[in-house]
């Protein structure tokens, strides 16, 4: 490999000569060979966005010439548009706040910009420089944090579109199976009847609260404190930077981004960032739960419950001929752990900011951007892999309910919930139905029993008999 020179405040470093990254990122790659991972494209997009907004603003209000302002425009939106995603290589783990993801940017445009204006890559006289041109009235401490909040706004319609795809998905199915009446089960063990379709719209709402949460908690990611600079003072910015960026980013995304109203918390809270994440989380929990109980009603089939049959996707085992396994469930749940230990490692560092800052943005970035892609493609994946095609067992489901001794409950307002106990009980020893035994004790009648022990109109709630 051929090598360039570059130059920073420390000193000569060699950079790969057609690299488009300079002296700071280099030293990045080479102290941070940590994980191997790059940055999302989410993070590169909100910050080449921030790059581009802040040169139109700097060169209106005449603190960049227009020239190179232009340049770094036409730089930024080729980084907007994914043309150089190969020269983000800095390590998400790496020196605190995200000195090294700036400068990466910073570099790569700078650079890109002068390649535009007819410079070579090794040319001394290089106009554009990635500190005082790319990086005007910037901070690491306030572009790391407003890349966060435009970064998982950028992606959170996808997110919250794949959402109300299973919500449908599973609402459908409720509509589907409502005619199956089966066994409740609670304590995982028999309850009064249920219908298919209660347990199905169950789900349903469940993840359309859980939806309504991720909205919600994405709304304050509207709130930007770009224009604080170091520590939310603004030093090095003109007055009117801050308001222009927010119209101006505006512009850019139709994210419809808002002042924070206070820079000095945008820098030292990352809260909102760790509520997003939290709204997430909280989907996860759902999302587990939801995959836990298709697995258990899908288990069999002919020595588990068996009570929905998952669609077949891929042979089960390499030893077991004929075997399906619940792959799109058991994929839920992996998806699920990697977010909750993503929200785990968010909420830790969101914890360790201290004073002006939070040196912990670059895992917060990163975890967030994971999680969401995570989410977005396990989601999609279950809805339209499992969900979709689940069919319904009716003959297993009311095979069971028809065993269940848990009936009588239903007639604890008619003869009493210590009769209605010694029912069950000897049912249960005898291995009869509750009906015989009633009959048999004289407590009720046939025609009473078939009112009180219909097993649709218990799923409708209400006192029978």
Known sequence: MSYRTEKDSLGIVNVPSDALWGAQTQR??????????????????????????????????GLLDQKIADAIVTAAQEVIDNKWEAQFVVDPIQAGAGTSHNMNLNEVIANRANQLLGYTLDDAKKPVNPNDHVNMAQSTNDTIPTAIRLGCLWRLDELLRAIDALADALDAKAREFDGVVKSGRTHLQDAVPVRMGQEFGGYAQAVRNDRERIATAGDRLRRLGIGGTATGTGLNAHPEYHRRMIQRINELTGLNVRS???????????ADAADFSAAMNTLALTLTRVANDFRLLASGPTTGLD???????QPGSSIMPGKVNPVLAEMLNMACYQVMGNHLTVSLATA???????????????????????????????????????????????????????????????????????????????????????????????????????????????IKG
């Not at 924070?260 to 990352?270: A, D, H, I, T, Y």
């Not at 912990?360 to 809805?383: G, S």
């Not at 209605?420 to 009720?444: C, D, F, P, W």
Request: glycine letters at 6%; proline letters at 3%; aromatic letters at 6%.
């Open 307 to 313: 009570e929905i049959r998952l669609p077949a996707v």
């Open 352 to 462: 360790a900011g201290q004073l002006e800052l939070n040196v912990m943005m670059p895992i917060i970035a990163h975890n967030l951007f994971q999680t969401m892609d995570v989410l977005i493609h396990a989601v999609d994946a279950f809805t339209t892999k499992c969900v979709v095609g689940i069919a319904a067992n009716r003959e297993k489901a009311e095979g069971w309910l028809a065993k269940s001794t848990v009936l009588v409950t239903a007639l604890n307002p008619v003869i009493g919930y210590l009769k209605a106990a010694e029912v069950s009980k000897e049912a249960m020893a005898r291995n009869v139905t509750i009906r015989q035994v009633v009959l048999e004790k004289g407590y009720l009648t046939a025609e009473q029993l078939d009112k009180i022990l219909d097993v649709r109109a218990m799923t409708e709630g209400g």
């Open 260 to 270: 924070s109203g206070n820079l000095f918390e945008s820098m030292q809270s990352l």
């Open 28 to 61: 990045a790659v080479e102290n941070f060979p940590i994980s191997g991972l790059k940055p999302y494209r989410a993070f590169v997009w909100s910050m080449a966005t921030i790059k581009r907004a802040a040169a139109e603003v700097n060169r209106d209000l």
